[in-house]
């Protein structure tokens, strides 16, 4: 069974850190690419970061780049967001997906609000 478990997530001041842990099992997670999305109320849901399974290489939204970083640890089989500086625009469910090729994986969100 494939599951993918988000942790990580809170209230944080702005300006604040926080860091966020996706847990995958039930499929081969070092040959998946991995994203982290994000949706705030009434917006859709937006790409935040990705990175490759083939060589690592990461891609970010303009809105995070400098602030947020995302890494993956396949023996682990966990993927990271690590969020810096974060603004009250960051505030969103975030959520952590699994692609390859027709396969698409997801998890079920973790919140994060900042305000303070």
């Known amino acids: 069974q494939v599951q993918l478990v988000e942790s990580g997530g809170g209230l944080v001041q702005p300006g604040g850190s926080l860091r966020l842990s996706c847990a995958a099992s039930g499929f081969t997670f070092r040959i998946y690419d991995m994203r982290w999305y994000r949706q705030a109320p009434g917006k859709e849901r937006e790409l935040v970061a990705a990175?490759?399974?083939?060589?690592?290489?990461?891609n970010y939204a303009d809105s995070v780049k400098g602030r947020f970083t995302i890494s993956r640890d396949n023996a682990k089989n966990t993927v990271y967001l690590q969020m810096n500086s974060l603004k009250s625009e960051d505030t969103a469910v975030y959520y952590c997906?699994?692609?390859?090729?027709?396969?698409?994986?997801w998890g079920q969100g973790t919140q994060v609000t900042v305000s303070s």
């Open positions: 997906s699994g692609w390859r090729r027709n396969y698409q994986y």
């Open positions: 990175i490759r399974a083939a060589d690592g290489s990461t």
